[in-house]
């Protein structure tokens, strides 16, 4: 258990609503992630973060904005929800030196953009 | 670019018999990390193994093995004598290790079924 929770686990909103995503781990690892996950295509890096106040875009970065204002909490914001981004959206820290570190994933959050 | 192909959509083993998925992957960075995750129909990830470039010797985690064959580019998972929990979507995925790269690659995934 790396100690990650998301919030809400489900989610059903319309277009054009905003929506909030929460990623909240215990342990003050550095780095956190947000992917999504589609069929067809695996999993797919949206943002991730290095520290607070600290973010880069990942692959699948347009329409999603983060912030990290605390080391435990990683916020994915869609300012605009639209139908395609229906999805299940996972969290991720990473644990371990440099050069071996593992990615560990919360639990996942559906999205339905209705 | 990294890129991971799982060329095995679905496939289905019996209880208690050996398994190999497979993987394969593209890069041209010398120093990158493999890894295998597990997501049963729970949806949860679960890590499962890890295998570096440099590593000499192919990595185990209990029933669980890593064929790492660097010059095929290829990093099969083993999983040895069955169990119905085995049952689950099963993902590759690749990090290069250049200083900056956190983008971990996943393949689409080998939906493996259990047969009692």
């Known amino acids: 258990d790396a100690g990650i929770t998301q919030s809400p686990r489900h989610k059903v909103t319309e277009t054009g609503t905003p929506v909030t995503l929460r990623c909240h781990q215990t342990e003050n690892h550095r780095y956190m992630y947000w992917y999504r996950q589609d069929p067809g295509h695996g999993l797919r890096l949206i943002h991730y973060?290095?520290?607070?106040?600290?973010?880069d875009k990942g692959e699948v970065s347009d329409g999603y904005s983060v912030s990290r204002s605390k080391t435990e909490d990683f916020l994915l914001t869609l300012e605009s929800a639209t139908s395609s981004q229906t999805s299940v959206y996972f969290c991720a820290i990473s644990v371990g030196g440099e050069s071996t570190d593992t990615q560990y994933f919360g639990p996942g959050t559906r999205l339905t953009v209705l | 670019a990294q890129k991971i192909t799982q060329t095995q959509p679905g496939m289905f083993v019996q209880e208690k018999e050996a398994v190999t998925l497979d993987c394969t992957y593209d890069?041209?960075?010398?120093?990158?990390?493999l890894f295998w995750y597990k997501q049963p129909s729970s949806g949860e990830m679960i890590f499962l193994i890890y295998?570096?470039?440099?590593?000499?010797q192919n990595a185990t985690e209990g029933r669980y093995s890593l064929n790492f064959q660097k010059a095929r580019k290829s990093a099969n998972l083993v999983i040895s004598a069955s169990q119905l929990g085995d049952s689950a979507m099963y993902f590759c995925a690749m990090r290069e290790l250049t200083f900056g790269n956190e983008k971990l690659t996943f393949g689409t995934g080998t939906r493996l079924t259990i047969i009692p």
């Open positions: 890069t041209s960075d010398p120093s990158y990390g």
């Open positions: 973060s290095y520290g607070v106040k600290d973010t």
């Open positions: 295998q570096g470039s440099y590593d000499q």
